[in-house]
């Protein structure tokens, strides 16, 4: 008999609608002896019932392989966006660490400026008050 539990038929072989067939089932079964050896009804359903659940084994095998390649192509897509916002976040500190110097160049441009100015100014007033 299988080695798992389930309904089993008039036949001794486990029904599939009560739980699938496993490894140890096929390892375990055992088939009746008749006058000419095996009961070949036996066997031949035993058979099917394993070709069966290998028939669907096969099937989700195939489903959970095409998921696989959905999920791997939805995860490229992440990765792909992941290298975009990474290129583009580079980039912003690179125009952010050039807006810095370029203020930090105005602003001296324009304390040099603001320097050069009060000197002359100073100057032009020491010149009137010499006068």
Request: negative net charge.
């Amino acid at each position: 008999m299988c080695a798992s539990a389930g309904q089993y038929s008039a036949n001794g072989i486990r029904s599939l609608s009560m739980a699938r067939l496993t490894p140890l089932d096929l390892r375990k079964q055992e088939f009746k002896q008749s006058a000419l050896g095996l009961n070949k009804d036996q066997v031949h359903d035993f058979l099917e019932m394993a070709a069966e659940e290998f028939e669907v084994l096969i099937r989700e095998r195939s489903v959970l392989q095409d998921d696989l390649k959905d999920l791997q192509s939805e995860l490229d897509k992440y990765k792909e966006i992941e290298h975009s916002m990474h290129a583009a976040l580079v980039m912003a500190r690179e125009s952010a660490t050039q807006a810095v110097k370029a203020a930090e160049m105005e602003a001296d441009a324009i304390l040099s400026q603001a320097r050069t100015e009060k000197s002359a100014l100073l100057f032009a007033a020491k010149d009137q008050l010499n006068d």
